[in-house]
């Protein structure tokens, strides 16, 4: 939330606000360290990566990145990976401390790990960039697609991503020689994703119709099997994996809107 920047503490199954951390700056995108949290928070007016444990919300720990950090994915027990969009760079963080800043990137956007690997999104130079966290080094550089934004792993091993402005839901293999293994059409700017790893369903929300599509991503391809209205702006999406309740964002009136599929 903004003015005050803040993290609000949302109960799924009433949708009231149990609790509000104050922030030292703007943030976008969360993402869990493990289903008990702690919460991944890049602060992007602060170039900042603080955890906030769940369920009370005390920072545990705040680590300065680079220039506006977007995007914080847990790729290993003991590494986080910090994408800091305007600093062009990627912040690699173990426990406290920063033991690598890689500089291969020019606009990194989201980021997610899978097989033992991390993905990281370049929104400019549009392209999946894959790395091993435990030996620190780049692997791979690949295509993807005209605009892609954010992605999102899959229990089967997969990098899911948004090509938010070629209207596409792309599909890689980031292990052993990373590759791309799907291509679809999505039309209405897919940009947030959120993923179901008990029903393995994909959730990805389109900017320009306000809607949420449902994938079934159990087979070699992910297949539609729901589409829902959503709030305006839908701009993030996630999912109860006890439950399968999925929360989307609406942006342009800043409230949650709780669906039961």
Do not use: K
Not at 233 to 247: C, E
């Amino acid at each position: 939330m903004r003015a005050p920047d803040e993290l609000a503490l949302v109960n799924l199954d009433s949708g009231a606000v149990t609790g509000r951390v104050p922030l030292p700056g703007v943030v976008r995108h969360l993402q869990l360290a493990g289903p008990g949290g702690p919460v991944l928070v890049p602060d992007e007016s602060a170039n900042a990566f603080l955890r906030v444990a769940l369920p009370g919300g005390r920072i545990e720990s705040r680590v300065t990145t680079g220039a506006s950090p977007h995007d914080a994915t847990q790729a290993s027990p003991d590494t986080v990976f910090v994408a800091d969009e305007a600093g062009g760079s990627l912040t690699v963080v173990r426990g406290d401390q920063v033991v690598r800043t890689f500089t291969d990137v020019t606009q990194p956007g989201g980021l997610a790990a899978a097989a033992g690997r991390v993905g990281a999104i370049d929104v400019r130079e549009n392209t999946l960039s894959i790395y091993d966290p435990a030996t620190l080094t780049p692997l791979a550089e690949l295509p993807a697609g005209a605009g892609p934004t954010h992605l999102v792993a899959d229990r089967n091993g997969r990098l899911l991503v948004a090509d938010t402005r070629g209207d596409r839901l792309l599909v890689f293999d980031p292990a052993g020689t990373p590759r791309r293994l799907a291509d679809l059409p999505l039309p209405g700017s897919p940009y947030g994703l959120g993923y179901d790893a008990t029903r393995d369903r994909l959730w990805v929300t389109l900017t320009a119709t306000n809607e949420v599509v449902g994938f079934d991503t159990s087979g070699p391809q992910p297949r539609e099997v729901a589409r829902i209205p959503t709030v305006r702006q839908p701009n993030t999406v996630a999912a109860d994996p006890s439950t399968g309740r999925i929360v989307v964002t609406g942006t342009a009136e800043g409230v949650l809107q709780l669906i039961d599929p």
